[in-house]
């Protein structure tokens, strides 16, 4: 069990555990589960940690296709600027490495924002907390469970 699989049992939310054999050579992550676990690559979304000028963080979740628009985070949060927070940052605040963030069971809840285009879907697919695990869960359930502010997020 991980951290996120454990949240999602505590606040009994439906949802589906998918695992694979994660190929440590990959270049993607989010391509690799959808590949090997038969998702549509549009329903498969990453999980970034994002910093703003003031060092706040902000988890933005979008599909695995698409790039982050900082533009749009930063806008959404009210900040000047945002970048990619720093990897070693992002592990010691979420207690899960890079490929394996999840948005859920994270050491520190984050405020997070999530790309629209997950609302035409009646399941995505998130990081379980481990490179190799993913839950498939509701994208609505999601927003409610974390807040999340829903918006276009995407380049």
């Known amino acids: 069990m991980t951290p996120a699989i454990n949240f999602l049992k505590k606040n009994k939310v439906a949802h589906q555990v998918l695992d694979y054999k994660h190929d440590t050579n990959a270049e993607s992550y989010g391509l690799e589960a959808a590949s090997?676990?038969?998702l549509p690559e549009q329903q498969v979304f990453k999980t970034l940690v994002t910093s703003t000028d003031s060092k706040q963080l902000i988890v933005a979740i979008i599909p695995v296709t698409a790039k982050l628009n900082l533009k749009s985070v930063a806008k959404a949060v009210g900040c000047k600027k945002i970048a990619m927070a720093d990897p070693s940052?992002?592990?010691r605040t979420t207690g899960y490495v890079l490929g394996?963030?999840?948005p859920?069971?994270?050491k520190k809840r984050l405020t997070t924002?999530?790309?629209k285009s997950a609302l035409q879907h009646d399941y995505i697919a998130v990081s379980a907390g481990k490179r190799g695990l993913e839950i498939t869960?509701?994208?609505k359930q999601l927003i409610t469970l974390l807040n999340a502010k829903v918006l276009d997020i995407q380049n």
């Open 137 to 139: 869960l509701c994208p």
């Open 113 to 115: 924002v999530i790309d």
């Open 36 to 38: 090997k676990l038969n």
């Open 104 to 106: 859920f069971g994270q």
């Open 100 to 102: 394996g963030v999840s």
């Open 89 to 91: 940052v992002v592990e």
